[in-house]
């Protein structure tokens, strides 16, 4: 398997969460499962249909979580010699030149991006035109409305 490109930030939150499910999820679940089975028959118990399938996915995020984190490859871009360039888990803020709005983005994995908290996967359209450049560039990005031009403001790595 690849080598998984994360952050150290997006590296602890898939840990946290993998310690979430080994400590309590699961107890929980072979819990629900062992008090549907003292319920007797089992061809008709919806709880404990309904605990097995829970217990399956959480076996099956257990398993991924563990091999996405045996395979990381931690980014911390404070770390790198970057020449002041974009680099994979660079924090960048950037102008609509069409509408003169601002946003900051950090540049992450494809597993941690969510647009919500303004996590950008590196295989992003925004992400690819980005990686490389200077405060002070501007740059194209073909986006699903056609395309847009954008200024980089400001590039931290933190």
Same mark, same amino acid.
């Not at 080994?22 to 919806?46: C, F, H, M, Y």
């Given at each position: 398997?690849?080598?998984?490109p994360? !952050?150290?930030?997006? =590296?602890k #939150?898939?840990e946290?969460e993998?310690?979430?499910?080994?400590t309590i999820?699961?107890? /929980?679940?072979?819990? =629900?499962i062992? @008090?549907a #089975?003292a319920q007797?028959?089992l061809? @008709?118990?919806?709880e404990?249909?309904?605990a097995? @399938?829970?217990?399956g996915?959480?076996?099956g995020?257990?398993q991924?979580?563990?091999?996405?984190? =045996? /395979?990381?490859?931690?980014?911390?871009?404070a !770390?790198?010699?970057?020449?002041?360039?974009?680099?994979?888990g660079? !924090?960048?803020t950037?102008?609509?030149?069409g509408?003169?709005e !601002?946003?900051?983005?950090q540049?992450v994995?494809?597993? *941690? =991006?969510?647009?919500?908290?303004?996590?950008?996967?590196?295989?992003?359209?925004?992400?690819?035109a980005?990686?490389?450049k200077? *405060?002070?560039?501007?740059?194209m990005v /073909?986006?699903?409305?056609?395309?847009?031009?954008f *200024?980089?403001?400001?590039?931290?790595? /933190?």
């Amino acid at each position: 398997m690849a080598a998984i490109p994360l !952050t150290a930030r997006g =590296a602890k #939150r898939l840990e946290e969460e993998l310690h979430r499910l080994k400590t309590i999820e699961r107890p /929980n679940v072979i819990e =629900a499962i062992s @008090e549907a #089975r003292a319920q007797g028959d089992l061809s @008709e118990n919806a709880e404990y249909d309904a605990a097995r @399938e829970r217990q399956g996915f959480i076996e099956g995020r257990i398993q991924e979580l563990e091999g996405t984190l =045996a /395979n990381a490859h931690i980014i911390d871009p404070a !770390t790198l010699e970057v020449d002041d360039r974009i680099v994979f888990g660079a !924090t960048v803020t950037i102008e609509d030149l069409g509408s003169s709005e !601002t946003v900051t983005y950090q540049i992450v994995g494809d597993l *941690e =991006a969510d647009i919500r908290q303004n996590l950008i996967s590196v295989s992003s359209p925004v992400a690819r035109a980005l990686i490389g450049k200077s *405060e002070g560039d501007v740059v194209m990005v /073909n986006v699903p409305a056609g395309e847009k031009e954008f *200024e980089i403001i400001e590039i931290e790595y /933190n």
